[in-house]
C-alpha cells in the first residue's frame, strides 16, 4: 500500500476492509472436510454449514433457558469457522495437534480482523473457541447439532453409505447436553428411526 | 401428526422446528440464478450467499451513521433470501410479475415461521422485502455489495466471460447510496481496474 503515496489514508482501510471480505468468501470454496472423508461425493461448503448455524441461534437461543444474549449467539456462529478461509478445515486425521490447530487458527484470526479493521471478531472467535461463555457453549452445541442434521440429509439422500456417517451421531449423542438442542435431537432420531 | 396421538404435545412443536431447520437447509442446494444465466459453471448458493451478507452486517453496520441496530441488521441478513428455500431463486427472466413473486415469498415465510414457531422470522423478511426500515435499506445495499464481491471473485477467477456480469456492476453502481458501501464498490472497481 505504501506504493501508493497520493491515496488518501481512508483508502488503506478500505482496501484491508475488501480484502477481508475477499477472504471471508474462500469459505464457499472451502469443503467441510468429514464429509469427504466419509463419502459424501460433493459435500458442502464451511460458509453453508455456517449460515444455518447462525439460523438456529437465530431461532433457538430466544428460547434457552437461562436466557442468552441473542445477538451475541448468532455473531458467534457468523465467525466461528471463519479462520479456515486462510487455514482450511484441519480434521483429527490430518496429523496437526489440537494445540497447532489454536495455534494456526489464532494467527488467522489475528491476520483477518487485522485486515477488517475489526478486533471484536478475534474476540467472538476467542470466545467461541474457548467456550468462555454461555453463549459459546450453546453455539458449541448448535455446531453438532447442524452437522447432525447435515447428516441425517445425506443419509435420506443416498449420499453417503449406510453406517458411514454414524460417528457424528454418536458425537452429537455425547454431546448436545441442553434441553433445546437435545429436544430436536431426539426428534431427528426418530425421523431417522422411521426412515 | 394427529397419527400419532401418544406423542406428549411438546413433539409436536419439536418436529415443525426440525422441519423448519430441514427446509433452511435447501438453501445449500439452490443455487444464485443469475450466476447461471450468464454463464458461470458452478454457481455459489443462496446459502454461501446469505453467509456473507450476514457477515458484511456484522462488521459494517456498528460503522453506520446515523447509526443502526446491528442485531438487527444481521437478522434481516440471514432471512432475506430465506423463502427461496420453498420458491427457489425467481429471476426477472422467470416470466414472474414481481406482484406474483412477492405474494409466493410471502406465503413460503408464512408457511416456515408457523413451523418454526416464530413469527418474528415473518416480520424480518416483511421489513426486509418491503424496505421498511433503516436496516432493511441498509441490508439491501449489502445485498448488491455481495452480489458485487460475487461477481469480482468469478471474474478474477476466468469464471465468467469478459463482460458477462457487467450489469451486476453497474446493478450495484446505481443502486449503492451509502458512505460505507458505495466506499467499497470504489475499492472493488480500483482492484478491477488494475487487474
Not at 12 to 32: I, N, Q, S, V
Not at 35 to 56: D, F, Q, T
Request: net charge negative.
Amino acid at each position: 500500500m505504501s506504493d501508493a503515496p497520493s491515496t488518501p489514508p481512508d483508502n488503506d482501510a478500505t482496501d484491508g476492509l475488501l480484502r477481508f471480505f475477499h477472504l471471508a468468501g474462500r469459505l464457499k470454496e472451502t469443503p467441510r472436510a468429514g464429509w469427504a472423508l466419509r463419502g459424501v461425493a460433493s459435500p458442502e461448503s464451511v460458509a453453508e454449514h455456517s449460515h444455518r448455524v447462525a439460523l438456529l441461534a437465530l431461532v433457538l437461543a430466544p428460547r434457552a433457558r437461562p436466557p442468552l444474549d441473542v445477538a451475541r449467539c448468532v455473531a458467534l456462529a457468523l465467525v466461528h469457522d471463519l479462520a479456515e478461509a486462510l487455514v482450511g478445515d484441519i480434521t483429527p486425521y490430518d496429523g496437526v495437534s489440537a494445540d497447532e490447530k489454536h495455534r494456526r487458527e489464532d494467527d488467522a484470526m489475528r491476520e483477518m480482523a487485522a485486515l477488517a479493521g475489526d478486533e471484536s471478531l478475534l474476540a467472538a472467535w476467542r470466545e467461541y473457541d474457548a467456550a468462555a461463555s454461555a453463549e459459546a457453549r450453546f453455539v458449541k452445541e448448535l455446531d453438532k447439532l447442524e452437522t447432525v442434521l447435515q447428516a441425517a440429509e445425506y443419509e435420506r439422500r443416498g449420499d453417503a453409505a449406510p453406517g458411514a456417517l454414524d460417528e457424528f451421531w454418536d458425537s452429537a449423542g455425547a454431546r448436545l447436553t441442553l434441553a433445546g438442542t437435545r429436544a430436536l435431537l431426539d426428534a431427528l432420531r426418530r425421523e431417522r428411526a422411521d426412515g
